[in-house]
Structure formats: C-alpha cells, structure tokens
C-alpha cells in the first residue's frame, strides 16, 4: 500500500501479489479491525 503512494483496493493488492482475493480480503478485515489501515475514499483503503 506504502508503494503505491495512493488508495488501494482489494483487487489492486490481489493483482500485485498475484494472491488470492478472498485471503486479501479476509487480511484487509483483520487489519481494518487492528486501526491499521483507514478508507479514506469507497472501497479503497491505505496505511494509518
């Protein structure tokens, strides 16, 4: 998210790392619910 300089949505990070969309999601829930990333516009997120 960091080098991306921008917003990210789940699809951008699943593009990048070539992972699975349901375990970035299910990474994306864990870390909405650690504080350690915010959604500053719909559907796209970055670090706090």
């Known amino acids: 998210m960091r080098e991306a300089g921008k917003p990210v949505s789940a699809g951008d990070v ?3 790392l070539g992972a699975d969309r349901k ?3 299910k990474a994306f829930a864990e870390l909405k619910k650690e504080g350690a990333i915010v959604s500053p516009v719909r559907c796209k997120w970055e670090p706090k």
């Open 14 to 16: 699943t593009k990048a």
């Open 23 to 25: 375990e970035v999601d």
